[in-house]
């Protein structure tokens, strides 16, 4: 069965400071692991994914998330956050298996403070 | 990018009355499409998958014959709601992957949500 946990329901963090939001997951072989954002009364945004290949991947606004087959997490930072990137945000992973859906987080709420 | 339309962005309706919710994707072709539910402040909750010229896919517990799911084209999708009653009142999104791609991996690109308010 597929997983993935967000152990955090709120991340507080400066404006200018770099920014970590964890993710970790579980599914059977290799996984698609996605990151997107969600303002507020909108739908969701793709931010990122990790499907084979380099570790770090780089995407919108920004941000990057670095894939660890070991830890099996797939944590979304960036370098220097802005107020902008205050949202949710929500980690999805899915097997390589067409037959598996795509598993969503319950979602990490980011609060950059000017 | 992949752009996935829905309308309305937000509705009101009666206790009794059925509200249709439109999901179109814009520039691609998407043989499936998904519905979700979201609670405020939760994750999103997988409804239904919508096959294109087949019928949809329900998850467990979620009614058939209350979420009545239509997908009538490879660019449009329809839930309609029937006998809303307050407890229906939620955000509804639906999202659609990029299938037909050599690469496609099933990125999945959301529609911006419709409001529900049953009254």
């Known amino acids: 069965a597929q997983s993935v946990a967000q152990p955090e329901d709120q991340v507080n963090v400066a404006e200018g400071n770099p920014l970590t939001v964890k993710c970790t997951y579980s599914?059977?072989?290799?996984?698609?692991l996605f990151w997107y954002v969600q303002y507020p009364n909108r739908g969701l945004q793709f931010l990122l994914k990790?499907?084979?290949?380099?570790?770090l991947v780089k995407g919108s606004y920004g941000f990057e998330a670095e894939f660890n087959k070991s830890q099996t997490s797939f944590h979304l930072k960036k370098p220097s956050a802005l107020v902008s990137d205050s949202a949710l945000y929500f980690c999805a992973v899915r097997s390589m298996n067409r037959d598996d859906k795509i598993i969503f987080g319950k979602g990490t709420r980011l609060h950059i403070l000017p | 990018g992949a752009v996935v339309s829905q309308h309305p962005s937000w509705v009101i309706c009666k206790s009794g009355t059925s509200v249709k919710i439109e999901c179109r994707s814009l520039?691609?072709?998407?043989?499936?499409m998904f519905w979700y539910r979201q609670f405020p402040k939760q994750s999103l909750m997988l409804m239904a998958t919508s096959n294109e010229g087949s019928k949809a896919t329900y998850e467990q517990g979620v009614e058939k014959d209350k979420f009545l799911i239509n997908h009538a084209s490879l660019t449009l999708s329809t839930l309609t709601v029937t006998s809303a009653h307050p407890e229906d009142s939620s955000f509804y999104i639906c999202s659609a992957g990029e299938e037909g791609l050599v690469e496609s991996t099933d990125t999945q690109y959301f529609g911006p949500g419709t409001r529900l308010t049953v009254l």
């Open positions: 599914v059977s072989g290799n996984p698609y």
């Open positions: 990790y499907i084979t290949g380099d570790n």
């Open positions: 520039d691609f072709q998407a043989t499936t």
